[in-house]
C-alpha cells in the first residue's frame, strides 16, 4: 500500500510503516503527518506487531521547516495538533509499535522515536530536540522525550540543542537496543518475535494498560490497572495461559489457533 510519502506492508504477522522522503530526510510535512495516521489506521488487525521504518539515511529531520515560512497562525495550529494526533495513534494501536531507527532522528523525529512503544536504533544513530538554535522550542516533541529520558536529560536536550549519540540514547531510556547498521533488521526481526510468540489479545490489554496509568500518582494508578487485570484474568486467553503453565505444556492462543 502505497500513500502520499508513506508506504505500508505487511509480511507475515509484521505490518511495516515506511516513511518514504528520502530526500527531504523525511521531514514531517503537514500531509505526511495525515498520512502517517491513515497507515496506521490501515494497520490489519491480523498484524501483531508494527515497525516504523524509514528510507534512506535519516530516521526523520522532524518537522519540514521549509512549509513553515509565512504561514497564517491557523496552519501552525492545524500542524501541531496533527503531530499531536499522529503521535496518540501510536498509543491508540494496540499492536506494539517498534521504531527502527537509522541516522538522524531530531525535533519531532526524536519526538516520533519517544513517542513508539520499542526502539532499535542503529550504532551511527543519534538524537537531538534543537528548536531553541532557531528559536522554535520543542514544545511537543519534549512531552514523550522527557517521559522516556526524565526532566534533567530532557533539559539538556532541549536548553542546548547538542545532539546525543545512540549509546548514550539507550543509556539515557530513549532507546532499547543499539546495533551495527547491517544487524538492525535482524535485531528489530528478533524484538518483533519475542512479542509475537504472546496472545495479541493480551498484549492490546497491557499497552492499554500501562498508557493508562504511566503518569498517574501509585492509588490512582492502581484504580485503573486492578480491574483490567481482574478482566484480563477471567479471558479466555488467560485461563489457556494458566492452564498450560499448570500442565507444563505450551499455551494455544484462542485468537491465534
Partial sequence: MELGGIRLEQNGRVATVTLARPEKRNALSLEMLRTVIKAFEAVSSDAGVVVLAAEGPAFSAGHDLAEMIDRPDDYYSELFATCTRMMESIHALPQPVIARVQGVATAAGCQLVASCD????????????????????????????????????????????????????????????????????????????????????????????????????????????????????????????????????????????
Fill in 118 to 257: 520499542l526502539a532499535v536504533a542503529a550504532e551511527d544513530a543519534w538524537f537531538a530536540t534543537p528548536g531553541v538554535s532557531i528559536g522554535l522550542f520543542c514544545s511537543t516533541p519534549l512531552v514523550p522525550v522527557s517521559r522516556a529520558v526524565g526532566h534533567k536529560r530532557a533539559m539538556q536536550m532541549l536548553l542546548t540543542g547538542e545532539p546525543i549519540t545512540a549509546e548514550q540514547a539507550m543509556d539515557w531510556g530513549l532507546v532499547n537496543r543499539v546495533v551495527p547498521a547491517d544487524q538492525l533488521d535482524e535485531a528489530v526481526d528478533d524484538l518483533a518475535n519475542k512479542i509475537l510468540r504472546f496472545s495479541p489479545k493480551t498484549i492490546a490489554t497491557g499497552k492499554q494498560a500501562y498508557y493508562a496509568q504511566a503518569e498517574l500518582p501509585e492509588t490512582a494508578a492502581y484504580e485503573i490497572t486492578e480491574p483490567i487485570m481482574a478482566d484480563n484474568a477471567a479471558r479466555e486467553d488467560a485461563q489457556e495461559g494458566m492452564s498450560a503453565f499448570i500442565e507444563k505444556r505450551r499455551p494455544v492462543w484462542p485468537d491465534r489457533s
